[in-house]
């Protein structure tokens, strides 16, 4: 053995050494986490992480020992075997025993014969974070596990802990660790593989256990793909949903776009980027529909109305509130299925009638489509089998389906193109002259019985208060737009007085393969909510659902010949689907075109006639898997109708065909010897080619990849092997198969970055593992530390990067209220890591060019010499007078003391200190405020006019009709759009104001509550940040339900969605400058939105000019937003409430402790709640 792992050894058997990593007053009393060798004998551990709190005033920080080594990449690990583990028996197994009605060993349960009653299993731990699980060996002292696992990692640590455990019922119980030293793992990524002492106390062992393990570290440096950008077949490996080519995006910032929004963005050529509308175009899609609807939703809500603007056309029926429009597109005979997630908490029975915790509505929605056409399904958030009984409850209790979606099936896009689009080509491929795949070809012929997929998902539920446009109004549309959809869950107020919440998100539609796997969710979500005694026959997702898409042709053959569908009824009936399956089978073994489907399938599938779905199908998918590697398909898997025969060729095979492939291989998984993303990549070509709404060589295509965070007790057909779900992209937790691919996406995306990131979500918290404290809450994610390294790697290499970080004021909810509270400690504790480690990055640097004449920073190198100094100068000037352009024209004097303290501090540090690097000139946060003018006074827009009350009259008189004339819901079926699901029900605020000299006139009948006098008095709110997106230099965009915290990175807690997505022909690779394509569009507009205005220098995010200038424009936005007098803001950006120093500490803003008007401590306290909900 090595002598380092030996001398390591000797030192944790003497107890003498304490991690360098674990703060000195934090205990662990966990299943996963041990604090000292000492505690292993006999000690039983709970499911759930718990923590004592410490002693805030001797916090410690994070210490960078001398021992500790930075591992930053690729960590693979293989836990192969164990030998010699000590027998666990304790007296619960012998009172167990001495209770069993059975004596002897059972041959079903050959894992548990009578004698020795060990299931072992390892976590292996980096520093204080679990990073990976095996599965349970059952009654084995010699146990095999054979499992490898690829672990991101950003860790400072000095070893590693691989801790042997014994399952048990409820919790389990430590046998021992083994420990690798962090500095054995080599940077040229040789291997290390080797039989490891476990540590064990108590009596003298002859031989002592062992594991043996393999582990190499694939450093960050040796990746070619690092800082490289994105390129024509860049992709995240190892996902399982393979890219996509040949789609398309649309990306929307809020529900609306306001008609005064018009930023006027340039885009390549000479084009200029065009707004899209996003909820009028789900609206279209719903009207269009002729044969599927699927929707899924955290909340979805029946009462809204899509479209309210008076101003654009409004087509038939659009209306008309979602509920009313869904039942009247089921009774047209359109399949609707919508699943909405099981909110526990809230009830309606006979006894009891609750809104629930969340206010999801989900009890409301279900109960509106129970009489109808409309197939409406709760689904709990499940737990996996594999689970104890206690984690069950936890993840039953605690988690949420938060995936967010729309599919449906729509004419193909016309020739020409789309508004967001700006220019996408046309018949002919536009300036390129490529040829259009068949569904945009098939369009521009005029066939108009081809119809494809479209798909909408990103983070805006189809619910109330959503509905937003880049204004974000607090008062001027209570009366208008909002009429009947008032929604504000900050503070306790009426509809008819305000402010409502103002709210921004992201989302995203898109068209070609990548609906697909959209719809490969939607049904594995399906089938496994539906599956048992608790989903009626009709609620069944049989393959006649899936085939229903093929009532009419989907898409045209890529040749131009036209697809004829066979018509199959849309009610779910799952025999006459099976049926038809069957005689295609049968057709196509006749003609010898078997390939997979046909020889494989195809009996499968006459065998199973009657199944449901779940557990039956993964059964099958284990026995496929021990039978091997399924046979490839051939090139002869194509089908064609007999009443219009075709040639049998690959180039002119119909979406139906490559549906029905996809129902008969996706659906019940893939042999044992293939890999799932691989073989998808593979199985997939020709289908990707089939529904391609763009050409390859067309300049606007997108190359889209779908992620997802979900676990098999929320999906049907996940492998159970190990080693089947590693090939398929999937990870194996503890005999829970995990998709975490989100996670995934996000490090790739940030470690390709090569100039900028700008993030905007609904919560920033991560990487524990490097707080000053409570490093052991159970947010492991690494993506704020890959953001830091990044950073920090840059300012070493002397290049410039940027990170600017979008989040909310507060979580939703009473900023008081402990669990905000706690998340805002918990967001607090990320930006000190965060900066710290670029703050360090600085001191190394500046410590490097001592004495060698330290150019400005960032820019070092490159501006010595005479050149360089009149460079320099020229930057100094242009800074200097941005800086002036920007300082407020309001008073300093009129501000708090302390905040013009500030102001003034933030303006030399901005004007003045050019020469002095800070972290904040790397990474910074901010969030969105409005302050909105009453109207009439001078700066206010004008107030826009209600709708008008013919067309109420029409809207009402229509959804009279409607009720009339078909299904009867449950609910309110007028034309009202819903309102307020929930209020926070604690108003004991403090905080507020001292009333402003610029009142209103009605001040007198303010009301009592201080909170809402101070909101009404100031007239300001914050603006929710629900969104999550990323966009990478301008190139990359990330759109998806995934909030950047434990919850949505886990994959075994909240189900999560999102796509990556880029134009192959918008890169920096390819265009050799800054892109100019739809995504840098979009991150223009969004800034637009968000600045009041551009600047040229936006152009260049990633340079100290326009970080600083973006900085000190939302520092004074701040003080005018904190301020006492009323004020209309230009913009929404306002720096994050929090002073950083140039140590990286994070402190509140001098003065702004708390939050205005609402109060709560800005950086937030912990409070006694589970981990497992706040992170």
């Known amino acids: 053995m090595d002598p380092r792992f030996e001398a390591h050894r000797r030192e944790a058997l003497s107890g003498s050494e304490e991690p360098h ?117 059952h009654n084995k002292r010699h146990p095999v596990w054979e499992e490898h696992f690829r672990i991101p990692v950003a860790h400072h640590c000095s070893s590693l802990s691989f801790t042997l455990k014994d399952d048990d019922a409820v919790g389990a119980k430590l046998i021992g660790k083994a420990v690798v030293p962090a500095a054995s793992l080599r940077a040229d990524g040789t291997p290390v593989s080797a039989w490891f002492d476990v540590i064990t106390f108590g009596r003298e062992r002859a031989h002592p256990a062992q594991l043996r393990l393999s582990l190499r570290l ?170 104890s009984w206690t984690r069950k409850q936890l993840v039953e209790s605690m988690y949420t389906h938060h995936q967010k979606f729309l599919i449906a099936d729509a004419a193909p896009a016309a020739a020409a193109p789309s508004a967001a689009t700006g220019g996408a080509s046309g018949a ?81 539609k898109v068209e070609g393969a990548v609906v697909w796997d959209l719809l490969t969710n939607f049904e ?57 399956s069957r005689r295609v089978l049968r057709q196509m073994r006749e003609r010898g075109e078997e390939g997979e489907v046909g020889r494989e399938e195809g009996p499968q599938e006459e065998r199973e006639e009657g199944r449901e779905g779940g557990e039956e199908e993964q059964g099958e998918q284990e026995r496929r898997e021990e039978r091997g590697r399924a046979t490839e398909p051939t090139e002869q898997t194509e089908y064609q109708p007999r009443q ?67 676990d098999s007790g929320s999906v049907a057909g996940f492998p159970r092997s190990p080693h089947q779900a590693m090939l398929e992209g999937l990870v194996g937790d503890k005999g829970v198969t995990v998709d975490h691919s989100i996670h995934e996406a996000y490090i790739i995306a940030i470690r390709r970055a090569h100039r900028f990131i700008h993030i905007e979500n609904q919560y920033f918290l991560g990487a524990a593992y490097a707080w000053p404290s409570h490093q052991t809450c159970g947010a492991w994610h690494t993506i704020p530390m890959e953001i830091a390294l990044k950073v920090a790697r840059k300012i070493k290499s002397r290049e410039r990067f940027s990170a600017y970080v979008v989040v909310p004021m507060w979580p939703e909810g ?57 460079a320099r100068e020229r930057r100094e000037e242009t800074a200097e007078g941005l800086v002036d352009q920007l300082q407020p024209e309001a008073d300093v004097a009129s501000r708090p003391a302390a905040a013009a303290e500030f102001g003034a501090e933030s303006a030399a540090a901005a004007a003045g200190s050019l020469h002095s690097p800070h972290p904040c000139d790397y990474l910074s946060f901010f969030c969105l405020a409005k302050r909105e003018l009453p109207p009439g006074e001078a700066g206010a827009p004008a107030t826009p006019p209600p709708p008008p009350a013919a067309a109420a009259a029409a809207a009402a008189d229509t959804a009279a009709a409607d009720t009339a004339a078909g299904d009867t819901a449950a609910g309110d079926t007028g034309g009202g759009t819903g309102g307020n699901p929930t209020e926070d029900g604690n108003h004991d605020r403090n905080g507020s104001q001292p009333a402003s000299p610029h009142e209103p006139e009605h001040r007198a009948s303010l009301p009592s509550d201080p909170v809402l006098r101070s909101a009404l008095t100031h007239r300001r709110a914050m603006i929710y940040v629900h969104a999550k997106m990323m966009v990478v230099d301008d190139e990359y965009v990330v759109v998806g339900s995934a909030n950047i915290n434990q919850r949505s990175m886990d994959g075994g807690r909240d189900t999560e969605m999102a796509v990556g997505a880029y134009q192959p022909y918008h890169t920096w690779s390819e265009r050799g400058h800054a892109p100019r394509g739809q995504v840098h569009g979009f991150r223009k507009s969004l800034w637009a939105e968000h600045l009041g205005s551009l600047s040229p220098i936006h152009d260049q995010p990633w340079t ?72």
Not at 540 to 550: C, E, P, Q, S, V
Not at 845 to 857: P, S, T
Request: charged share 25%; glycine share 10%; aromatic share 6%.
């Open 428 to 508: 002919t491929g536009g300036a390129s002259g490529a040829t259009l795949p068949a569904a945009a070809a098939g369009a521009a012929s005029g066939d108009q019985g081809r119809r494809t997929l479209v798909g909408f998902q990103g983070g805006i539920d189809l619910s109330v208060g959503r509905y937003d446009t880049q204004e974000h109004p607090l008062f001027r549309t209570l009366h208008a737009e909002h009429q009947g959809d008032f929604y504000q869950n900050n503070l306790k107020t009426k509809p008819d007085l305000g402010p409502r919440q103002p709210w921004h998100d992201i989302q995203c």
């Open 1104 to 1175: 100290l000019e326009c970080m600083r200038a973006v900085n000190q424009s939302a520092q004074d936005r701040w003080m005018q937003y904190a301020g006492e007098e009323n004020v209309e803001l230009q913009g929404h950006l306002v720096k994050y409430p929090v002073q950083v120093g140039r140590d990286g500490s994070v402190h509140p803003l001098p003065g702004f402790e708390e939050f205005p008007d609402c109060g709560g401590k800005v950086v937030g306290e912990q409070r006694n709640l589970p981990n497992g909900l706040t992170t």
């Open 644 to 710: 219009q025969p075709a040639p049998q060729t690959r180039r002119s095979r119909s979406i139906r065909d490559a549906v029905m492939h996809r129902v008969y291989t996706l659906r019940r998984g893939l042999g044992s010897g293939a890999s799932r993303a691989a073989a998808a990549r593979a199985v997939d070509a020709d289908d990707d080619m089939s529904v391609m709404v763009t050409g390859e060589d067309d300049p606007e295509t997108w190359h889209v990849q779908l992620f997802r965070s979900i």
């Open 21 to 137: 990593y674990l703060p000195k007053n934090t205990k662990r009393v966990t299943d996963e986490e041990f604090e000292d060798s000492s505690d292993l004998e006999g000690r039983e551990e709970s499911e759930e992480e718990t923590e004592t709190p410490e002693d805030e005033d001797a916090a410690p920080t994070l210490d960078v020992a001398s021992d500790a080594t930075l591992l930053h990449g690729i960590l693979e690990v293989t836990v192969h075997e164990a030998r010699n583990i000590p027998t666990m028996d304790n007296i619960a197994y012998h009172v167990d025993r001495c209770f069993s009605l059975c004596t002897q060993p059972c041959s079903t349960r050959p894992h548990h014969p009578i004698g020795t009653r060990n299931d072992p299993y390892v976590t292996i731990y980096l520093g204080p974070a679990r990073v990976a699980r095996t599965r349970v060996v």
């Open 524 to 580: 594995q979500r399906w089938l496994r909510a539906t599956k048992g005694p608790r989903a009626s026959p009709r609620k069944r997702l049989h393959r006649g659902d899936i085939k229903a898409l093929h009532a009419s042709p989907l898409v045209a053959h890529k040749s131009g010949g036209s697809g004829v569908g066979i018509r199959v009824g849309t009610e779910g009936g799952g025999g006459g689907g099976n049926a038809e």
């Open 218 to 387: 694939a450093p960050v440096g040796k990746d070619p793909a690092y800082g490289r950008g994105w390129g024509r077949e860049s992709r995240v490996e190892n996902a399982y949903f393979p890219l996509r080519r040949g789609c398309r995006v649309t990306l929307y910032h809020d529900s609306h776009v306001a008609a005064s929004f018009k930023p006027g963005v340039a885009l390549e050529g000479g084009r200029e980027y065009t707004e899209s509308y996003c909820w009028e175009d789900i609206c279209r899609t719903i009207l269009d529909a002729r044969e599927v609807i699927y929707i899924g939703g955290w909340s979805v809500s029946t009462k809204i109305a899509l479209m309210r603007d008076p101003s654009r056309p409004m087509p038939l029926h659009g209306d008309m509130p979602l509920g009313q429009l869904l039942i009247r597109k089921a009774r047209e005979g359109v399949r609707v299925l919508v699943l909405i997630w099981d909110d526990r908490t809230s009830l309606n029975n006979a006894a009891f009638r609750t809104a629930g915790m969340m206010g999801t509505l989900d009890e409301e929605t279900y109960s509106y489509f129970r009489h109808t056409k409309v197939v409406c399904f709760k689904m709990p958030r499940i737990p996996d089998k594999h689970l």
């Open 814 to 870: 009473d900023p008081k209220g402990a669990s905000t509270q706690e998340i805002l400690y918990w967001q607090s504790r990320t930006m000190e890591a965060m900066y710290r480690v670029v703050a360090r990055a600085l001191d190394e640097v500046e410590a490097e060019e001592k004495g060698i004449g330290l150019g400005r920073e960032g820019e070092f190198d490159r501006d010595r010499g005479k050149e360089g100094q009149k």
